[in-house]
């Protein structure tokens, strides 16, 4: 029986893309995934990350969909929620791999709403869709991995360039000051201006003028 695990990275940080990964494999090759240590991404050292990233993408099929910022922002002008983009994309990943099961990482508060939003779609494989999928199946953590490491390769990428902006999450000190340090002079393409975060740095840069 084909399965397919599908989770993402980079839902709530204000700088960088979002991924949504899908990792495919036969139900009786998730041993493996858990003999190479694959676990929820979070609770893997960077670099341990990296070493079974390394292992998965040699031995495994998977896939990857990005929204970039300016994708972000413009899906939200047009009222399309983050569930909504993640939806579609989780679509695609299923149709791609046709599996028979597609286990999922809730993204929203109801499993049974998101699980709705893909069936609607016309999904024929069966769907497990959980919050904490990530830690209970080893093909979701597979994806959970995949997704992180991408993103934050990219943001590496990014830092070299625009010196370290941390992680690109709201709650970092090191985020807030490069946002107030760019919001006066321009800020560059991998912020996502839709956010609520930069609404506020925003009226803050305005009422420094008054």
């Known amino acids: 029986m084909k399965i397919l695990g599908i989770d993402e990275a980079g839902r709530g940080p204000v700088l960088g893309n979002l991924i949504v990964a899908g990792v495919a494999c036969e139900e009786e090759e998730q041993a493996t995934l858990v003999k190479i240590g694959v676990k ?3 609770k893997l050292s960077p670099e341990r990350r990296e070493e079974i990233f390394e292992e998965l993408v040699s031995s495994f099929t998977y896939r990857v969909v990005e929204f970039t910022p ?4 413009s899906r939200h002008r047009r009222r399309e929620t983050l569930n909504q983009m993640e939806a579609r994309a989780m679509i695609e990943l299923i149709n791609h791999f046709s599996p028979d099961v597609a286990y999922i990482d809730c993204i929203g508060p109801s499993t049974g709403k998101f699980a709705s939003l893909l069936a609607n779609a016309g999904i024929a494989c069966s ?3 959980e919050h904490r999928a990530d830690e209970r199946y080893p093909i979701v953590s597979a994806a ?3 997704a992180k490491v991408i993103r934050d390769r990219k943001l590496e990428m990014l830092k070299q360039e625009y010196g370290d902006f941390g992680s690109g999450y709201p709650s970092d000190p090191r985020t807030v000051a490069f946002l107030e340090e760019h919001i006066s002079k321009g800020l560059p ?3 996502r201006n839709s956010w609520r975060t930069l609404s506020r740095f925003k009226n803050r840069s305005l009422d420094s003028f008054e």
């Open 189 to 191: 393409p991998f912020v």
């Open 40 to 42: 929820d991404s979070k």
């Open 144 to 146: 959970s991995i995949i």
């Open 127 to 129: 769907l497990v869709v």
């Open 70 to 73: 300016r994708e972000i922002d």
